[in-house]
C-alpha cells in the first residue's frame, strides 16, 4: 500500500495519476477536495475520466430506515465480497446537522474488521444537508472509487424514510434493508421508497414477523413488475452472516438481468446524469459563496426589513452571480 | 466549503466511552464532521481510518493507563505514512506527569477530566487550517 503524501505533488494530474495507480491516500485526498468543492476537483474527475476506464464498477446501493442494520450488512457483504476475491470500497452517508452543519459519521464503527486489508476502502460522508439520501458529491466520489481500481462500490445512504430515492439514480442494484416491526402492508404499498428496491433484506431474520414480512413483500411484488423483473426478497442476519450470501448472488443476478435486458445502459445514463446534478450543484454552491459578502449583507439586511421580497432578493443575487461569471475570469 | 473533519478513537482495551461521545458531540454541535470508530481500536487501525477519512485532527481517548504507549504510537505510525500534518490530542484519566513526555512525543495537547467541551472546540479552531 503505498500512501505518499508530499504537498507539491498535490496537483489534479499527479493526484489523477496516483489515483489511477492505485494509491489510497491520493484517493483520500481527492475525495476532501471534491466534497469541499475545491476548482482542482472538478479537473481530477475529468483526467480520470479521460484515462481510466469508467464503466466496469457496479454500484450497489444500501438504502433503509435508521437502525435497519444497513452498516452491518455492509459490512457483512464486503467480507463476502472478500471471499470471493472481490475488492470493494464503501461510502457511508449520514446526515449533517441542519442547525450547526456538524455531523456523526458513526457508520464505519459497524466494519472493524477489515483494516489491513488493501482491497477495502472507506469513507464516511456527511450529506453536508443535500437532501435525498446522499450528498451532492456521492455520484463523484464513487467514480473517483472505481478510478482506484475497485470494481464493486457500495454506497450506503443515510436513514431513509419514504421518499429519499437518489440512490436509485446512482446504484446498479438498489437493496432495500427492511426489519419486522415497522408497520402492516400497507406500508409495503406506498409509493416512493418501496419502488425502487432491486432487491429487498428481510434483516433481523431471527425477530419475530421476519418471516411474516419476508411473504408480504413477495406477495406486494406480484402485483407490479414493470421491466420483467420481480425483486427478491432476502432474509438476512448482518449480524451472524446468515442469508448474506444469498443476498450476494442476488444483487448479482440483478446485475446479470441489466445486462442481459440492455438495462446497464439506461443505469449508466442516469448515473451521469446523477453526477451532472451533482457538479451542476457544486458550481452553484461555488457561485453563491462567491457573492461579495458586503452585497450579500446588503440584501439579507433589506429582507429583514421587508424592502426586499425573498423573490426579488434571489432575483438579486442571482444577477450578481451572473455578473460575477462574466467578470471573472 | 472545507470543514473541518476529525476521527474520535479509543484505542486499548477499555470500555469507557461516556468522554469520547461527549467531546464526539461537542465538535458536532460546533459544526464539525467527526468519524467515531468506537471501542477497542489498535493505533494501526485508527491511523488507516485516519487517512482514508482524510482528517484534519485526531482525538484519542484512553482511560485504561495505556496512554503513553498507545498515544505516541499513533503519532508514529501516522509520521511513517507521511502523514504529519493529521493533529494529534487526546483526553482521558492522564496523570499530570506524563503530559510532558506526551506532548514530546508530538501529541499537541491532553484535555483530562474536568475540562470544558467549549475549551476542546477552541483549541481546534485554533490550531485547525482547512482550506
Known amino acids: 500500500m503505498s500512501m505518499s503524501n508530499n504537498k507539491e505533488q498535490q496537483t489534479p494530474e499527479s493526484l489523477a495519476e496516483r489515483i489511477i495507480g492505485g494509491d489510497r491516500r491520493a484517493l483520500a485526498r481527492a475525495i476532501t477536495l471534491l466534497e469541499n468543492g475545491a476548482p482542482q476537483a472538478n479537473r481530477i474527475?475529468?483526467?480520470?475520466?479521460?484515462?481510466?476506464?469508467?464503466?466496469?464498477?457496479?454500484?450497489?446501493?444500501?438504502?433503509?430506515?435508521?437502525?435497519a442494520g444497513k452498516s452491518t450488512l455492509s459490512n457483512a457483504l464486503v467480507t463476502c465480497l472478500r471471499k470471493r476475491g472481490e475488492k470493494a470500497a464503501l461510502?457511508?452517508?449520514?446526515?449533517?446537522?441542519?442547525?450547526?452543519?456538524?455531523?456523526?459519521?458513526?457508520?464505519?464503527?459497524?466494519?472493524?474488521?477489515?483494516?489491513?486489508?488493501?482491497?477495502?476502502?472507506?469513507?464516511?460522508?456527511?450529506?453536508?444537508?443535500?437532501l435525498g439520501g446522499l450528498s451532492p458529491t456521492t455520484a463523484g466520489v464513487a467514480t473517483l472509487m472505481q478510478a482506484a481500481g475497485f470494481k464493486r462500490v457500495i454506497i450506503e445512504t443515510v436513514g431513509t424514510g419514504q421518499a429519499e430515492t437518489e440512490i436509485a439514480g446512482l446504484a446498479d442494484t438498489v437493496v432495500l434493508v427492511l426489519v419486522p416491526g415497522?408497520?402492516?402492508?400497507?406500508?409495503?404499498?406506498?409509493?416512493?421508497?418501496?419502488?425502487?428496491?432491486?432487491?429487498?433484506?428481510?434483516?433481523?431474520?431471527?425477530?419475530?414477523?421476519?418471516?411474516?414480512?419476508a411473504s408480504e413483500l413477495k406477495m406486494s411484488q406480484t402485483v407490479s413488475s414493470s421491466d420483467g423483473f420481480t425483486p427478491?426478497?432476502?432474509?438476512?442476519?448482518?449480524?451472524?452472516?446468515?442469508?448474506?450470501?444469498?443476498?450476494?448472488?442476488?444483487?448479482?443476478?440483478?446485475?446479470?438481468?441489466?445486462?442481459q435486458s440492455g438495462l446497464i445502459k439506461v443505469t449508466r445514463k442516469k448515473r451521469i446524469q446523477t453526477q451532472l446534478n451533482g457538479a451542476l450543484q457544486g458550481l452553484f454552491r461555488n457561485a453563491l459563496a462567491g457573492i461579495a459578502s458586503e452585497d450579500l449583507s446588503q440584501v439579507n439586511c433589506q429582507l429583514e426589513q421587508c424592502i426586499l421580497d425573498p423573490y426579488s432578493a434571489a432575483e438579486t443575487l442571482w444577477n450578481l452571480i451572473i455578473a460575477n461569471g462574466k467578470g471573472g475570469k | 466549503m472545507a470543514t473541518i473533519r476529525v476521527l474520535i478513537a479509543k484505542p486499548g482495551l477499555d470500555g469507557h466511552d461516556r468522554g469520547a461521545k461527549v467531546i464526539a458531540r461537542a465538535l458536532r454541535d460546533a459544526g464539525m464532521e467527526v468519524i467515531y470508530t468506537g471501542l477497542r481500536q489498535t493505533p494501526e487501525q485508527i491511523v488507516e481510518a485516519a487517512l482514508?477519512?482524510?482528517?484534519?485532527?485526531?482525538?484519542?481517548?484512553?482511560?485504561?493507563?495505556?496512554?503513553n504507549h498507545l498515544f505516541p504510537r499513533v503519532v508514529e505510525l501516522l509520521r511513517e505514512q507521511g502523514a504529519a500534518d493529521i493533529l494529534v490530542f487526546g483526553g482521558g484519566v492522564i496523570p499530570q506527569e506524563d503530559i510532558p513526555d506526551l506532548k514530546a512525543a508530538g501529541v499537541v495537547e491532553i484535555f483530562t477530566p474536568g475540562t470544558s467541551t467549549v475549551d476542546v472546540v477552541e483549541f481546534l479552531n485554533k490550531h485547525v487550517n482547512v482550506k
Open chain 1, 45 to 67: 474527475v475529468s483526467l480520470l475520466h479521460q484515462n481510466a476506464d469508467l464503466n466496469k464498477a457496479r454500484f450497489i446501493g444500501i438504502t433503509g430506515p435508521p437502525g
Open chain 1, 91 to 130: 461510502i457511508l452517508v449520514d446526515p449533517a446537522s441542519p442547525l450547526t452543519g456538524g455531523a456523526i459519521l458513526g457508520d464505519r464503527l459497524r466494519l472493524p474488521g477489515h483494516s489491513g486489508d488493501d482491497g477495502v476502502f472507506i469513507r464516511s460522508m456527511s450529506n453536508r444537508g443535500h
Open chain 1, 182 to 213: 415497522l408497520g402492516d402492508d400497507i406500508q409495503l404499498m406506498k409509493a416512493g421508497i418501496m419502488e425502487i428496491a432491486d432487491v429487498f433484506a428481510v434483516n433481523k431474520s431471527d425477530r419475530d414477523g421476519a418471516a411474516l414480512l
Open chain 1, 232 to 259: 427478491e426478497v432476502i432474509l438476512t442476519s448482518a449480524l451472524s452472516g446468515d442469508g448474506v450470501d444469498s443476498l450476494l448472488d442476488a444483487i448479482d443476478r440483478h446485475y446479470a438481468h441489466l445486462e
Open chain 2, 52 to 67: 482514508q477519512e482524510d482528517v484534519n485532527a485526531l482525538g484519542l481517548s484512553c482511560l485504561s493507563g495505556a496512554h
